[in-house]
C-alpha cells in the first residue's frame, strides 16, 4: 500500500502529496515543523508538540488553518492510515503560495502537511559505546534575531554546524550561543552529569525547548537525581562525568568524547543508562 500523507484536510498517496514550488517554504524557509515520534501506536507527548507548534507559528506571524484538537487528530489520523505503531511523524505547516517577493501577505493558502515514516536513528553502536562529536565553529542563532525556540524550517544555521560535524567525522556537534556558552547541538539538547547531578542550558541560552529535555527534567526528579539548568561552558562540558544528547529522533544518546577530550571514563555512564532505561520504560522499547 502507497504511503498516505496528510495534504490539507485529506489523506492522498505520496505520489500525489505536492505543494506549490512558489511556496514560501520552499522560497524562503517560510514554515514550522514539528518531530514526533508515535510508540506502540501512540503519539509520545502529542499535546507539548502541537503547542510547541502553535508557538513556533505565532512567533513569525503564521496563522494555522486548523485548531490544535483536529491538527492533534490529523496526525492521530496519519499514523492510522499508515497502520504503524512505532513511527516517526514529520509536521509541517508552510506560509503557502505566494508571488517571488518577501511579503508573507501575498500567501494565503498555508500548506498542512503531515508524513508519517519509519524511523532514521543513529546507528545502533552509538547507543552502546557512545557518540563523539565536536564543537562547532557555527554559533547558534541569537535569540533576538532568530529565537532558536521557533522551529522553523529555516534549519540552515544547524546544518551548517551539522556539515562541520560531518566534515571532522562527527555525526553531531555541538553549538555555541553568541555569549560562547554551551546552547544545544544541530537536533539535540545537551545534559551532563557531574557528582550525581544533571546540569543543561537553560532555555535563556538560546536553545529549542525540548520534549525530551522536559521529559528527561521530569524523570530525573521522580528517580532524585538532582538537576540545574543553568549557563555551560566547553569546559564544564570536558570535565563532566557523563553526557548526553536529548531528542525526539535521537531519544537519550551517550557522549563519551568531545573535541577529542575523553568524557569520564570514556564509555556511557550509570546515570545515563538510568534514564536510558526509564525512557524505554515510558515509551515501550
Ligand atoms: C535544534 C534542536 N534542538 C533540540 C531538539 C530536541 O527536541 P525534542 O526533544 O523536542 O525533539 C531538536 C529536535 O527537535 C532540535 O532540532
Known amino acids: 500500500m502507497a504511503k498516505q500523507v496528510y ?16 511556496d514560501h517554504g520552499l522560497l524562503y524557509g517560510d514554515g514550522v515543523f514539528e518531530g514526533l515520534r508515535a510508540y506502540r501506536g501512540k503519539v509520545f507527548r502529542l ?7 502553535y508557538d513556533s507559528a505565532k512567533g513569525i506571524w503564521l496563522e494555522i488553518p486548523l485548531t490544535r484538537e ?5 496526525v492521530d489520523a496519519t499514523v492510522a492510515a499508515n497502520g504503524l505503531s512505532d513511527c516517526y511523524i514529520r509536521l509541517i505547516v508552510t506560509r503557502g503560495a505566494g508571488s517571488l517577493g518577501l511579503d508573507p501577505r501575498k500567501c494565503s493558502n498555508p500548506q498542512v502537511i503531515i508524513i508519517a ?18 564543537t562547532s565553529s557555527v554559533i547558534r542563532n541569537h535569540p533576538a534575531a532568530l529565537s532558536p525556540r521557533i522551529k522553523s524550517l529555516n534549519y540552515l544555521n544547524n546544518i551548517l554546524a551539522k556539515i562541520e560535524g560531518i566534515q571532522a ?33 537553560s532555555l535563556e541560552a538560546g536553545i529549542l525547548d525540548g520534549i525530551t529535555r ?6 530525573a526528579a521522580e528517580q532524585g537525581v538532582p538537576a540545574v539548568e543553568r549557563p555551560l561552558t566547553k569546559h564544564d ?49
Open 7 to 22: 495534504l490539507n484536510g485529506e489523506l492522498v498517496p505520496q505520489a500525489e502529496a505536492k505543494v506549490s514550488v512558489f
Open 237 to 285: 562540558v570536558y570535565i563532566a562525568d557523563e553526557c548526553f544528547l536529548t531528542g525526539t529522533a535521537a531519544e537519550i544518546i551517550p557522549v563519551v568524547k568531545v573535541d577529542s577530550r575523553v568524557i569520564g571514563d570514556g564509555k556511557p555512564g550509570p546515570i545515563t543508562r538510568r534514564l536510558e532505561k526509564r525512557f524505554r520504560e515510558e515509551t515501550g522499547k
Open 214 to 219: 522536559d521529559f528527561v527534567l521530569e524523570i
Open 47 to 53: 499535546t507539548q508538540h502541537i503547542d510547541r507548534l
Open 169 to 201: 567525522g562527527c555525526i553531531e556537534a555541538l553549538m555555541l550561543n553568541h555569549k560562547g556558552e554551551v546552547a544545544e547541538c544541530t537536533g539535540d539538547n545537551l545534559f551532563l552529569v557531574k557528582k550525581g547531578g544533571l546540569s543543561t542550558p
Open 70 to 74: 483536529a491538527m492533534a487528530d490529523a
Open 117 to 134: 515514516d519509519s524511523i532514521a536513528l543513529y546507528p545502533a553502536e552509538f547507543y552502546e559505546k557512545g557518540l563523539e562529536i565536536i
